[in-house]
């Protein structure tokens, strides 16, 4: 709960509707798309313009709280998670596409709108926006924004950042500053770049500039069916190797292939097969066929039983389909799902997913994988029931164990789906306190009150002046049970 | 100033030069291999320079993973040797010397024509090592190309031109070179090729590149010459070539293939070698023709109102635009500071921004290295604050 007055001068500012305080409506906030973390907020506020987002942040601050900025709520890492009883600014009616400059290829928006909607509103125009990550129908730019977010087409188009070009960002001391949008040549310090990924801990971006691409005139999309996982991601390698650049490139293993076709998602996959590649090559329609043999010739030398192709939308969708529902298949095997999220340099892939099934193995837990092979971007899902605490202990164990596996084969702990409150304990893997402190510096250049998403993405016990910090730091170990309110 | 640079053979020597520097309360000029051009503005007092060039090793190259790690003091030219045989590139196309360090490309941060393709230098820079100004060695990022662990520090050091920090190794992303290579001109007069860039950077033929050069430059009677590359399978560019033709309604003046192709841009690479004055002048591509006049008016004041050295460029795509010239080094033209100054309020009011590269002193103080940035001038300062609190290091965000 928050005081009255300040839920009365919220009110003032944006609305009597746009805040709520209610218990019930707030459970819907209780946590992203990462459930395990759940905490309730305070209150919620949905603001509708840069103004009004300006002066929340002055009343939230005033009263001593601290803010969570919040997409569409389906981030993969707890970020959204509102600690503490922090206030949660939702961006949900900042949802106006201000501009589509088509002659510039670029577009205006408010942070609330949906990815997928960006494109579908450019489409008459034949551009697109290509970050295309799996929640693209239901995230928000602004979320993508927060957390740097990718997609199976960053293989060959790039992460968010690539098409961030100019922000306006509400700062935690209410002050409004713009950054990049003068063409493609911003002068001084890449801060769009910089706050690209900040996981809002650094202000709250109200209007986003970005890129578009022209919409490829052809697509082939390729299914190539394995034994062996480890000869899939040969073909990978293989065909990286040979200078093919796919647009996408996307790994689908066997128990989440059996997962899928036990469901309603049914995609026609083989249930006996242990990799499932899909492979889309796009661009102009002249050289794309000789672009798919190719990737099929590498198939089948790396060992693939056979490797389909889809030639119109309605096939492509199909081949697609066991890849786009893996996600939806596996919450029927098991009530709760922890997604991982590591990148390894590529060739390393056929490595690291003999040491992670090794280590389901071990923990005698259920290690599903669906990864962006191209990247090297692996989506080991542990699948656990969290009322077994036993399970839940093992799955945290196996959870550390395939991270070091990655980190040290040269990889990091996140690829795209951001540290939160997730994986800040892992912080320490892969950075010494020196780049942890001047993490923290960064957050203060731009924080010095740390009220802005506080208890994400450093590790409290890295910080600087932790002992000084009058705030109870949250951990963010997995919970049992939701939390008591 | 000491003009003899101090040239460390590790990360380790490069932070004891940065903490004794502190300690003697000197300052230190961050370089490479002191060819690249430009410092922006970003350097106003001086510094012993700091050469990283006997950082060269390359660390880490596993071609597969189309990823390298070597130390910032590494040539282009050498990396291009390193990575050429087995059909890779790094297509930074930067302004500047091929003879400049892959640190340095970094630390300057700018992009050339292949931006739109390839990503910026900024979208393919991995990881880096670096030793800030008050002695600390930082490696942030990694070598992996997806990562979103913890703020975006790489980014904010890329471009950051040695005023955080100096960088001491670097991973990059490479990229497969294309099946061909080609390169269209096409020649005409100032609003024509204009027009023909617009045709060209609308159309839905993915070009890799598409600039516009003056004619003279290339030997073409006409005013202009559109240069486009054609970057890809070879099915791909023919059918591109095919298509381009057609929407221009007209043949090439000239088409260069494979070798050609490349030693033309690498030729345009080095573009800005030796100007006293270059400016750039970004706005948004559909306002190119004005951005263009406005660099005009600052190429014929530069030249004193006479024929002179003084030409420019446009990357139509990203709709830059480039002014250079060599000017006298006692007295620049009479008004060219007026003309600069006009020319920025020009292309501001179209949401553009002019930034002097090279300028001779008199006329980069009278019209500012960069437009007004107050909005973030406290950030900025902060950001230099965190990591250089002594300002042992010279540069800084003009």
Known sequence: ?485 | MNNQALTPESTAETREIVLAARAAGSRLLPAGRRTWPGAGGWTRDGGTPVSTSQLDTVHHYEPADLILTAGAGIGLDRLARIVGPNRQWLPFDAPGSSAGTLGAAVASGTSGPLRTRYGATRDNVLGLEVVTGDGRTLRIGGRVVKNVAGYDLVRLFTGSRGSLGIITRVSVRLFPIPGADETLLFAGGPSEAVSMARTVCTSEVPVAAAELVEGEEVGADRAMVLAVRLLGGPREVEESRRRIRAALGTEPWRALHDGESRRFHTARIGWEEGASLVARLAALPDRLDAALAAARACATRANGGAQGSAAITADALQGLVRVRASLPDVDPPTGLAETLATARRDVEALGGSLTLSHAPPQVATRVGWTGSRRETAALTERIKALFDPDSVLAPRCP
């Open chain 1, 1 to 485: 709960m928050i005081p009255g007055r300040l839920t009365k001068e919220l009110a003032r500012i944006c609305g009597r509707d746009a805040v709520i305080i209610d218990r019930d409506r707030l459970l819907v906030y209780e946590s992203d798309a990462l459930t395990a973390y759940r905490h309730r907020p305070g209150a919620v506020v949905l603001p509708r313009t840069t103004e009004e987002v300006r002066r929340t942040v002055q009343a939230v601050v005033r009263h001593g709280l601290p803010i969570v900025p919040r997409g569409a709520g389906t981030g993969l890492s707890g970020g959204a998670v509102a600690l503490n009883g922090a206030v949660v600014i939702g961006t949900a009616r900042m949802n106006r596409i201000l501009a589509i400059d088509a002659p510039n290829r670029r577009a205006v928006l408010q942070p609330g709108v949906i990815n997928a909607e960006l494109s579908a509103a450019a489409a008459g125009q034949g551009l697109y926006y290509a970050p295309d990550p799996s929640s693209q129908t239901a995230c928000t730019i602004g979320g993508n924004v927060a957390e740097n977010s990718g997609g199976p087409h960053c293989l060959k188009y790039g992460v968010t950042s690539r098409y961030v070009t100019g922000l306006t960002v509400v700062l935690p001391d209410g002050s409004v500053v713009k950054a990049g949008g003068q063409g493609r040549e911003a002068p001084g310090y890449d801060l769009v770049g910089l706050f690209v990924g900040s996981e809002g801990c650094f202000g709250i971006a109200t209007e986003i500039e970005v890129g578009l691409l022209p919409v490829p005139e052809g697509v082939r999309t390729l299914l190539g069916i394995f034994d062996r996982i480890e000869d899939a991601g040969r073909a990978v390698s293989e065909i990286i190797s040979a200078g093919l650049l796919p647009a996408a490139m996307e790994i689908i293993d066997g128990p989440t292939i059996r997962a899928v076709e036990d469901s309603v998602f049914a995609a026609g996959y083989p249930t006996d097969a242990e990799a499932a590649l899909v492979i889309e090559f796009d661009g102009l329609e002249a050289g794309l066929d000789d672009e798919a043999e190719r990737a099929t010739r590498f198939c089948l030398r790396a060992g693939a039983r056979e490797v389909r192709g889809a030639r119109d939308e309605e096939e492509r969708v199909a081949l697609w389909k066991g890849r786009k529902k893996a996600f939806g298949a596996m919450g029927r095997i098991a009530p709760d799902l922890l997604v991982q999220d590591a990148t390894v340099p590529r060739t390393t892939l056929p490595a690291i997913l003999k040491g992670i099934s090794e280590i389901g193995k071990r923990y005698n837990l259920i290690v599903a994988n669906v990864f962006h092979a191209g990247d090297g971007n692996l989506h080991p899902n542990i699948l656990f029931d969290r009322r077994d605490l036993d399970e839940l202990e093992r799955v945290e164990h196996a959870s550390k164990e395939i991270m070091q596996l990655c980190v040290d084969a040269g990889g990091t702990i996140t690829g795209e789906h951001g540290v939160g409150l997730d994986k800040k304990h892992h912080m320490p893997l892969i950075y010494g306190p020196d780049e942890l402190d001047t993490m923290w510096g960064i957050r203060r250049v731009f924080d010095p009150g740390a009220v802005m998403n506080p208890g994400k993405v450093l590790p409290e016990e890295t910080e600087p002046s932790h002992a000084n910090r009058g705030q109870d730091p949250a951990r963010g170990e997995l919970v049992g049970a939701p939390a008591p309110a």
